[in-house]
């Protein structure tokens, strides 16, 4: 089978259990590939990319730790890279996670989705100034990269940098993807934190309606009411 083929089946594999959420015989089927064709790259990486979309991190994180080594092609290294970082990232491993966008970020394809994640990641560990340097970069190369937008904005306020683009940008993250309950989340709790409280109580409930489970999203609904009140 050429390498075309054998990519398109396996891009195929991985669709139809993205559409069926039916994961585990994929799985299976990869894993015996894998086995039985210990040469061929293709297989650890197709593997790698569907045990950190179950969440299985700890092998889904060796596969890809594997394959990112391998022949790859420029853009599959990239989406190697791109996962094994959200692997890292997920399970809390920054400093892995922030080595594997680096080495995204020098493959010579311009990825937003990497400085974006750098920037989520520096965030975290509290390294305010470059977590906005990294989400910056991630607009210069496209500014409606709407990830960075929200989260250029959420950092804005919440550090009190510049809360008016914070508001701004929070605002143009629920334009541009108004059925996303975190934008509406955030940009809740920028109105919210400038005492813009009707307008910051209208983003909440209808990020309620999108995750009505989030208990997040509820806790910070719940405060605005008792603010409201006490007025």
Aim: glycine share 6%.
């Amino acid at each position: 089978m050429s390498q075309l083929k054998l990519v398109n089946k396996l891009e195929e594999l991985l669709a139809t259990s993205a559409e069926t959420g039916e994961y585990t015989e994929t799985v299976k089927r990869l894993t015996d590939m894998s086995e039985a064709n210990p040469t061929e790259d293709l297989y650890s990486f197709y593997l790698g990319l569907l045990l950190v979309r179950t969440k299985n991190y700890q092998s889904g994180i060796r596969y890809l730790e594997q394959a990112k080594n391998a022949k790859l092609d420029p853009g599959q290294r990239l989406r190697c890279l791109i996962f094994l970082g959200k692997a890292y990232a997920d399970v809390k491993a920054f400093s892995k996670a922030e080595r594997a966008f680096r080495e995204a970020l020098q493959t010579g394809v311009p990825e937003p989705g990497a400085y974006s994640a750098l920037g989520a990641i520096f965030y975290e560990r509290n390294m305010i100034n470059q977590a906005i340097d990294a989400l910056k970069k991630a607009l210069d190369i496209d500014p409606n990269y709407v990830g960075a937008i929200n989260n250029l904005g959420y950092i804005l306020v919440e550090t009190k940098k510049d809360v008016v683009e914070g508001i701004v940008l929070c605002r143009k993250a629920v334009q541009l993807d108004p059925e996303n309950p975190a934008y509406r989340d955030s940009l809740g709790k920028a109105l919210f934190d400038n005492k813009l409280y009707e307008e910051a109580k209208e983003e909440l409930e209808i990020a309620i309606k999108l995750a009505p489970n989030n208990e997040i999203i509820l806790k910070r609904y719940k405060n605005i009411l008792e603010k409201m009140e006490g007025k």
